[in-house]
T-cell receptor
Framework: GNSVTQMEGPVTLSEEAFLTINCTYTATGYPSLFWYVQYPGEGLQLLLKATKADDKGSNKGFEATYRKETTSFHLEKGSVQVSDSAVYFCALRPGGNTGKLIFGQGTTLQVKP | EPEVTQTPSHQVTQMGQEVILRCVPISNHLYFYWYRQILGQKVEFLVSFYNNEISEKSEIFDDQFSVERPDGSNFTLKIRSTKLEDSAMYFC????????????FGDGTRLSIL
């Protein structure tokens, strides 16, 4: 079946630290992979995406590379800011016509000044 | 930038009552979705809707649930007889087309069943 596993949170970092949030997946076929971010009191916002193996998604200094060999899509940022504090969700969309997303459990990031 | 809007932001309902959650997807989007997130748990897929019919539903989406697109702009989720375990955040999403198009989410409706 299809599933997504994220590292447990919360992750607490100091400003300007390097961020990695691990995400691994299990999927049949050729899924697309996504990172969504949820700021306090808001909905889910698409952060970045990758649609095939070795694609790198990037946005706002965040990056993630679709690694088929390790079934991973880890989120990274070189220097986090306090404003990056949020919940981050890794998700996959299975290959084929279905459009549904399958989410990981979310990882809370707290960045301290 | 166009966005998905959901109303109300918070709904409090007595157990056994019917509730309707409303969503206005992004104009010209063709695919519509409902998800829910029980407090502390994963965001779970409920149902997808395309071309005026359900295209896929999860095992959560039983006979108590229904969706409708009553006009050209609204997309509603109805829960016929609410249970305590229906308390959750409900997210609506829409997508422009097939393929790699991403889903855009609303801010959610927090449903509290008493």
């Amino acid at each position: 079946g299809n599933s997504v596993t994220q590292m447990e949170g919360p992750v607490t970092l100091s400003e300007e630290a390097f961020l990695t949030i691990n995400c691994t997946y299990t999927a049949t076929g050729y899924p697309s992979l996504f990172w969504y971010v949820q700021y306090p009191g808001e909905g889910l916002q698409l952060l970045l995406k990758a649609t095939k193996a070795d694609d790198k998604g990037s946005n706002k200094g965040f990056e993630a590379t679709y690694r088929k060999e390790t079934t991973s899509f880890h989120l990274e940022k070189g220097s986090v800011q306090v404003s990056d504090s949020a919940v981050y969700f890794c998700a996959l969309r299975p290959g084929g016509n279905t459009g549904k997303l399958i989410f990981g459990q979310g990882t809370t990031l707290q960045v301290k000044p | 930038e166009p966005e998905v809007t959901q109303t109300p932001s918070h709904q409090v309902t007595q157990m056994g009552q019917e509730v309707i959650l409303r969503c206005v997807p992004i104009s010209n989007h063709l695919y519509f979705y409902w998800y829910r997130q029980i407090l502390g748990q994963k965001v779970e897929f409920l149902v997808s809707f395309y071309n005026n019919e359900i295209s896929e539903k999860s095992e959560i989406f039983d006979d108590q649930f229904s969706v409708e697109r009553p006009d050209g702009s609204n997309f509603t989720l109805k829960i016929r007889s609410t249970k305590l375990e229906d308390s959750a955040m409900y997210f609506c999403a829409s997508r422009a087309g097939a393929g790699a198009q991403p889903q855009h989410f609303g801010d959610g409706t927090r449903l509290s069943i008493l």
